[in-house]
């Protein structure tokens, strides 16, 4: 994200416990919003994928999807849409593309709100997201992304904009 700050480990690390009880409450359900949110997308996907390889049952694109991480299912919809976008044409095709990103932006944004490390989150609302080692100085550095509560919601309605964009497409390019 372009708001990341990079800081090294002094000597020892700790945590601002007072600090993270008092904002808890204000990122909690903003955070839980966004990952129900994200859900429905994901659930949508499936739901498109299970279709598109057979439209009288779901069972077998379930078997397909079965073991897949979002990454792979958003590889796999994309791959079973392109050739109809080819054949609609290049406007849709383009559409396909920038779909694509949107669909792995979002899903950037997901793993970091995930898997943040909430409990170093600061006053200037940076939270760690990545630690590691500097290959030329061997010392331990952490990367951090400013995540505010009111950009977290901005995402929420980014992800049902997009899940929304997303069936339009399908649409457009599977219904005749």
Known sequence: MNSDIY??????DFIEEEYIQRVENQYSGSIGL?????????HWLDLSIAS???????????????????????DLFFKLC??????????YKAKLKSLRK????????????????WSS???KKYVRTKVFIDRETGDVKFQSTKLTPAMIKRKVK???????KLDQYAESIFVN
Not at 34 to 42: A, G, H
Not at 102 to 117: D, G, M, Q, S, Y
Not at 158 to 164: F, I, M, P, R, S
Request: glycine share 4%; no cysteine; charged share 25%.
């Open 52 to 74: 598109i390889i057979n439209e009288r049952t779901d069972e077998i694109g379930y078997q397909v999807i079965e073991r897949l991480g979002f990454a792979n299912k958003v």
């Open 121 to 123: 989150i600061n006053k």
């Open 158 to 164: 980014q992800v049902q904009l997009l899940w929304y």
């Open 34 to 42: 966004f990952l129900i949110k994200f859900s429905f997308l994901e």
């Open 102 to 117: 949107t669909v792995e932006e979002i899903n950037k944004f997901r793993n970091i709100l995930a898997h943040a490390n």
């Open 82 to 91: 392109i050739r109809a976008a080819n054949y609609k044409g290049k406007r």
């Open 7 to 12: 800081e090294s480990l002094e000597q020892f």
